[in-house]
Each structure stands twice: as C-alpha cells, then as structure tokens.
Nanobody
Framework: QVQLEESGGGLVQAGGSLRLSCAASGSTFSINNMGWYRQAPGQQREFVASISRGGNSNYVDSVKGRFTISRDNAKNTVYLQMNSLKPEDTAVYYC??????????WGQGTQVTVSS
C-alpha cells in the first residue's frame, strides 16, 4: 500500500505562485509515475502533470510554461510549482501515484484558490 499526503495549497491572487508537495509513504519502492490532477467545482477531475521515476514529465496544455513538476526520489516526494496563477486554476489538486503494476493511489487533495 502507498499513502499520499499533499500540502501547500491556499489562497493566492492572480499572477501569484504556489508550490504543492506530495509525500508518499508505505510501499514507495513500487512507485513508478507520480502526478497531479485537479477538480474544479462542477467539473470532472482532469490531468495536470505527471513525472516518471526517471524525470520525464508531461503537462496539460493549459499549464505549460506556468507549472513545473519535479520529484525527489530519495524523499519520495513530488512537487508542483505553479506560477502565473489564474482564477481558472482554482480547484482541489490531487496527487496520484502509479506502481509498477499500474495500480493507482490518490491523496486526499489540497484546495488552491486564485482570486482575481
């Protein structure tokens, strides 16, 4: 089993920055990819970014150039640096991990609110 705990959400003005963290515990040796999803009120959960154990990353088009995902394998932690935040980035952000068998694990989410 893998447990994920997010931190770093909050309220920020448009144009500001936040850094989310997600620390994994438990059977962390089995984790392959890690990533972030978000869900705005009344919307479906959507992919934001992911990163492999080797550091290859992917982003949804709407955050390219503004968000950066990174990973510290020694600390079993993934980060999401969010710059130039927009009101439409407001959502609950969830951390996700996949193990080598493609089993999925989710964190409980952290609220990000961007005021205009």
């Amino acid at each position: 089993q893998v447990q994920l705990e997010e931190s770093g959400g909050g309220l920020v003005q448009a144009g500001g920055s936040l850094r989310l963290s997600c620390a994994a515990s438990g059977s962390t040796f089995s984790i392959n990819n890690m990533g972030w999803y978000r869900q705005a009120p009344g919307q479906q959960r959507e992919f934001v970014a992911s990163i492999s154990r080797g550091g290859n990353s992917n982003y949804v088009d709407s955050v390219k150039g503004r968000f950066t995902i990174s990973r510290d394998n020694a600390k079993n932690t993934v980060y999401l640096q969010m710059n130039s935040l927009k009101p439409e980035d407001t959502a609950v952000y969830y951390c996700k991990a996949w193990n080598i068998m493609l089993r999925e694990y989710w964190g409980q989410g952290t609220q990000v609110t961007v005021s205009s």
